[in-house]
């Protein structure tokens, strides 16, 4: 079992529309759960980071972490073209280890 | 000015040559990070160290070294490089005593081929 498993893409949704990014880690005593997103060729870019378990929002971006479950997600609200790109779960184990999943990537068609 | 650079960008070298990256960074942070990424295999990590005296080994480590020449300066280093070390390499820092999260920030990386 890979220890940060995310949703298989290509994910694609319309402009305008919400887009669901899911994510699940292995180690229960994960403690800081970070969201990056990725345009291709560039560098990862941290557009959220949470802790603690409900919701956190900030701009169109909400993040959702559930530890009972070991579950977190990333939702983009009216999703924008400028919002295709790859999204990278990141996880700090309880090594203190941040561990990325493989990335989903995401189209927003105009 | 970028917070964290790393030269160079783009590098092409040939099998058993040796090859430095080198990495600096701005933000004052105590921890920098070196990871690679390969298509379909995300991002491993290589080597990070917490301080100037501090280095430890990642998940990767085998074929590379590093130097940790001051809290700004990290260099990762390919003694013999070979063509499965064909990859995107970044630095990242980050610093616990900063931010309650403990975030890595992110280089611009280095495309690295070799023929």
């Known amino acids: 079992q890979k220890e940060v498993e995310q949703n298989s893409g290509p994910l694609s949704v319309p402009e305008g529309a919400i887009a669901s990014l899911n994510c699940t880690y292995s180690?229960?005593?994960?403690?800081?759960f970070f969201w990056y997103r990725q345009y291709s060729g560039k560098s990862p870019e941290l557009i959220m980071s949470?802790?603690?378990?409900g919701d956190k929002e900030d701009g169109r971006f909400t993040a959702q972490l559930n530890k009972a479950s070991q579950y977190v997600s990333l939702l983009i609200r009216d999703s924008q073209p400028s919002d295709s790109a790859t999204y990278l779960c990141?996880?700090?184990?309880?090594?203190?280890?941040?561990?990325f999943g493989e990335g989903t990537q995401l189209t927003v068609n105009p | 000015d970028a917070d964290v650079t790393q030269t160079p960008r783009n590098r092409i070298t040939k099998t058993g040559k040796r090859i430095m990256l080198e990495c600096s960074q701005t933000k004052g942070h105590d921890r920098m990070y070196w990871y690679r990424q390969d298509p379909g295999l995300g991002l491993r990590l290589i080597y990070y160290s917490f301080d100037v005296k501090d280095i430890n080994k990642g998940e990767i480590s085998d074929g590379y070294s590093v130097s940790r020449q001051a809290q700004a300066k990290f260099s990762l280093s390919l003694e013999s490089a070979i063509p499965n070390q064909t990859a995107l390499y970044f630095c990242?820092?980050?610093?616990?005593?900063?931010?309650?999260?403990?975030?890595?920030?992110f280089g611009p990386g280095t495309r690295l081929t070799v023929l």
């Open positions: 949470i802790y603690s378990n």
């Open positions: 180690d229960r005593g994960s403690q800081s």
């Open positions: 990141a996880v700090y184990n309880s090594g203190s280890r941040l561990t």
């Open positions: 990242a820092t980050s610093d616990p005593g900063l931010s309650t999260y403990n975030e890595q920030f």
